[in-house]
Each structure stands twice: as C-alpha cells, then as structure tokens.
C-alpha cells in the first residue's frame, strides 16, 4: 500500500508530466485561458492516461513480449491511445456538447499529446509489477496533469484583471507563469528520497 503511495505521489507532484518531464505542453497553454475547460481537459486527459496507461500495460505484458514484437511497441501503444481517444470524443460530443465546443481542436489532439504516450512509455520504463502499479502512476500522472493545467487557468483568469504590460500580454505572460510554477514544483523533487 504505501509503494502505491509514493507511486501516486510521484507520478502526480514529483514527477509531474507537465511541470516536469514538459510533456503536454500544447494543451497545458492552448486550454489553461478558462478555468471550466481546463478542468474538462484534465478530465479528459486523465480519463485517457488511466486507460491507455493500463491497456499498453497489459498489451506488453500479454502480447508484445511473448511474441517477441517490442519492436512494435510505439505503434501499438499510438493506437490504443488513439482508440481510447476515439471513445472519449465521442462520449464528450454526445453528453457534454458545451464542453466538446470549448475543447475545439484539443479534445483530438490528445491523440499526439505527448504526456499521454510518456505515461505509457514510463510505465513500461518503470518495470512495473501489477497492473494496479500500472494503473495508480497513469491515473496519478492524469490527475498530475489536471492540478498543473487548472492552476494554470486560475492564475491565467487571474492575470485578465492584472496590469500587464502591453509586450507581456497574451502567450509571454503564460510561459513566465509556467516557469514559475515549473520552479515551484520542483521544490517537490526531495520527497520520498530518505
């Protein structure tokens, strides 16, 4: 239970997949300006990290490696992500027609969202035993994911009432606040290391 523990942890504070690794950084900046789809796209993102993090786990365990084709592994892992990504625009566009208009072009592109296929890679990397270890550091990184995107929004929502100057306005101000955060989170790096 507590290797599950530091797992999560590790997968969602210390090595955050944006804040970090600087994976999904295309919808990190293009849906963190509103606080609402931001919080959709985390959903989103960590719904599909779970999924596809626990079914290229099993693919490799039960398919790829037995077979001997690792050499596959990337195709394989593109199109499950892809599959899953599938699934979810789909349900979104049925169910949540709000938020299937606020995403636009994000929603899709979580296909070619790096953090995605790093998250798949990782658990691989990793040499993780039980699929529960698989799936606790793809949710985990997911929900990593979400907390960096929407306190990216409050802080972007944050700035519209803010002073900024006229050069800084827009996209600059949103990569000096995400270097900020980036320093803030690696005041992370030190836990568990005892």
Known sequence: MRELLFIGLSAALINNFVLSYFLGICPFLGVSKRLDAAFGMGAAVTFVMTISGGLTYLLQQYALIPLGLQILQYVAFI????????????????????????????????????????????????????????????FCGGAGFTLAIVIMAGLRESLDFADVPRPLRGTPIALFVAAILAMAFAGFAGMGSH
Do not use: H
């Open 79 to 138: 199109f499950v992500i892809a599959g899953t990504v599938q699934f979810v625009e789909l349900y979104v566009q049925r169910y949540f027609e709000p938020l299937y208009r606020a995403f636009g072009v994000y929603l899709p592109m979580i296909t070619t969202n790096c953090a995605v296929l790093g998250v798949c890679l990782l658990v691989w990397s990793k040499s993780y035993d039980t699929l529960a270890q698989a799936l606790i550091f793809s």
